[in-house]
Every structure is written in structure tokens, then in C-alpha cells.
């Protein structure tokens, strides 16, 4: 076949079925996951035990239960450590089709599962990715765009209401798109400074820090760049670290200006100068 101009950056697979991960179908997901597909899964409705039911049990996907309206948990859905988040999942209206065997009239029906609850997942999942597009155009590396969704998912998930604390097994939370979308938007929030008096021909330290300015999410910070902009030229040292140097000229009243640039691992970038 010729190769797919648009290949699917979000996999829903809302479906499921006893037993182990089939080798096939782990190596199609690590495949698709490797080129920066999000693959998301339906735990089951059996009420058991996710580890024995497969897509859910496979590894590299996202694994979702189903909660209701109410967000509370759905009787039929599988929970266990596979579960890596919840989702509506009762009585969700949308497409549907007649046919038994083959299709026929199109009409609209509700449904409850969680094979609907996994397209909310895979929803946002693709909201993510439209509302930053470093992890779409290269910028982050491909096979690590799963798991940065994944687990900014997670880490942004709306906590479970008290009366459902046995939610423990039903993954992180509830799904929540906002909080989801704030976790790969907001940009970390960059400090420079200098805690030292500057005088001429000594070694002056620059330090910089930098808060996520985030709360909902996973992202940590992957990289500093410092450089001057303003004043005499110096030679500035440790130009990637927190920390940078330099040697500042041996005539006074002299006015530089250094900034740091920090980014995160979502690529999103802050600066400040000092």
C-alpha cells in the first residue's frame, strides 16, 4: 500500500476481549506509538479485573473506566492497575447504526460502556495536541508523545468525590479537559537574578529559576540558555546551566544585560533578564 499521507496522531480502540495482549496487537501499538500516536483503550465491562482483558491489559496505551452522570463509577466497568483514568461512560448519546450484520439506516441512540467512555479520553487526548503543537511538528520527539499525554492526563485528572474512594483502581481520577489543556499550554514561569555586588574585573555569578506556573500537569524543566543582550562583551560561561558566569570588565560603570531563556519538556519556553 502506498504510504498514508495523514497517519492517525489518536487511536481509539473502544473494544475488548478475554485474555493476554496478542503479540500482534502490542506490536501495532508499540509501532504506532513509536511514530507519536496516542493510542486509547476501553478497560471492559465486566466488572473485573482489567489485567485479564485485552486491549486494556496491553502496554503503551491509555486504559479507561467508565464513570456516570454523577461521576460515579459505572457498576459494569473492569478497574485494576491497568486503569489509567476515568471517563462519562453512561447512557452517552451519538451516532449509531441499524444493521446487524452489515450497515444500514444511520440514526442517533444512547449507549453505555466503556467503549464510550474511551472516546472522551481520546477527545481531549487530540485537543492536547492542537493546543500545542510542539508535540506534533517534531519538536519533541516522536516515541515520547504518548507517554506526555499520558501522563499530563493523569496528573491533571479532576479527584474522585469522597463517597467514591474506592475508585483507587478506576486510575488516576476523573478525566478533565481544562485542566488537561492548561497542563501542555501554560509556558513555566522564568527568574534571573544575581546575588552578589558587582565590581570590576571579578567574577559575577547569574542564576536563574523557574516555576511551572502549572499545577495540572507533569511538565518539568528540560533546558536553560542564557545570553547577553546589552553592554559590553563578555565571555559567558555555563551558557546551558542555572548558573552561568562571567568575568565582568575591569572598567566601572559599565551596564549588562543577560537573559535566560527556560524551557520545558512540552516545549514550551519562558524568559527574564537581569
Known sequence: LPANEHPAQVINMSLGGAGNCPSAMQGAINTAVAKGAVVVVAAGNDLADSANVMPANCKNVISVASVGA??????????????????????????????????????????????????????????MLAANPNLVDGTIKPEKVAAIIEDNLKASARPMTPQNTSFITYGQGLLDAYRALLAVTLPPVAKAGTDQSVTVSTKVSLDASASQNNGYGTAVLSSYLWEQVDGQKVILGDIDKPQASFTAPSTAGQTLSFKVTVKNDVGLTSSDTV
Open 70 to 127: 454523577e461521576g460515579e463509577k459505572s457498576i459494569y466497568s473492569n478497574y485494576g492497575e491497568n486503569v489509567d483514568i476515568a471517563a462519562p461512560g453512561q447512557q452517552i448519546y451519538s451516532t449509531y447504526n441499524m444493521g446487524v450484520t452489515t450497515p444500514t439506516a444511520d440514526t442517533y441512540t444512547s449507549m453505555s460502556g466503556t467503549s464510550m467512555a474511551a472516546p472522551h479520553v481520546a477527545g481531549v487526548a487530540s485537543l
